[in-house]
């Protein structure tokens, strides 16, 4: 029999191994729905419902949930684009942006009553003129290996939020999200709010970013930082070289 959890925390560490001491690869945001894969002691291996992206869990950072509740919440209907309160059964939790919410009223997940007490917005409806505006916001953010929240995000953790709350659904590493969208084949054709990706020497997918128009790239590396881009890659201001090898473009607009 399957079994399912929700993520009732702001955030929560998914991890390469079943150990404290792994490697963290993604995170769960609040109201992020998966499903148990197995169990190892207090770990748990999870499958999101929102990017499939499997990893583990501690056991004591989730709530079980049954199917019908999990597939209610599969497809989030809401976010929020500040960070703000929520209560859980009175319990007061600040979120990151970025959580999922089914409903921008109160609702309930099994016996569990939650109260947005932040601004939501729906995400049933892509709003691409609005990508540029929802990035800059991150702006400074320190680069997080496996991060998604303003205090830490990696580059396809900053590119996912971003497009989460502009109503688009990536997936989570940069090689998955550039097979998804519309090939652009020269720079000079981009629109804001494009994604931008940067090859290794071996030819790999290693980096994305989101173009904002005038020859200008924001990302994350290092920090969330906007960077000057042309046909050859990103070109760091502040060591006056290149950065990151161009390899694709791709758009989502409609």
């Given amino acids: 029999m399957p079994h399912f959890g929700y993520c009732n925390l702001s955030v929560v560490p998914v991890r390469e191994t079943p150990s404290d001491l792994s490697q963290m690869t993604t995170q769960l945001l609040f109201g992020d729905v998966f499903l148990v894969l197995e169990r190892e002691k207090n ?3 999870i499958q999101n419902a929102y990017d499939d992206y499997i990893g583990w869990i501690d056991a004591k950072q989730q709530l079980p949930i049954d199917e019908e509740t999990f597939h209610r919440h599969s497809n989030a209907m809401f976010t929020n684009r500040l960070q703000g ?8 939790l600040t979120l990151v942006p970025a959580s999922s919410f089914q409903s921008a009223e109160v609702f309930r997940v099994g016996k569990s009553e939650i109260v947005p007490s932040l601004p939501l917005v729906s995400v049933s409806t892509p709003k691409i003129d609005e ?3 929802i990035a800059i916001d991150y702006l400074n953010a320190p680069y997080l290996w496996g991060g998604k929240t303003p205090f830490g995000i990696d580059c396809s953790g900053f590119t996912q939020s971003v497009y989460k ?3 688009l659904r990536l997936y989570r590493d940069a090689s998955q999200q550039a097979m998804q969208g519309n090939s652009i084949h020269f720079i000079s054709e981009a629109k804001c709010g494009d994604l931008i990706f940067f090859d290794n020497a071996e030819g790999k997918i290693v980096h994305v970013g989101i173009f904002v128009g005038e020859g200008k790239i924001i990302h994350a590396s290092g920090k969330v930082r906007i960077d000057s881009i042309d046909h050859q890659g990103i070109f760091n201001e502040e060591t006056k070289s290149y950065s990151h090898s161009l390899r694709l473009i791709k758009t989502f607009a409609l």
């Fill in 131 to 133: 990508i540029k505006d």
């Fill in 165 to 167: 709350m502009a109503g």
């Fill in 85 to 92: 309160d929520l209560y859980f059964d009175s319990e007061k």
């Fill in 43 to 45: 770990w748990l291996r």
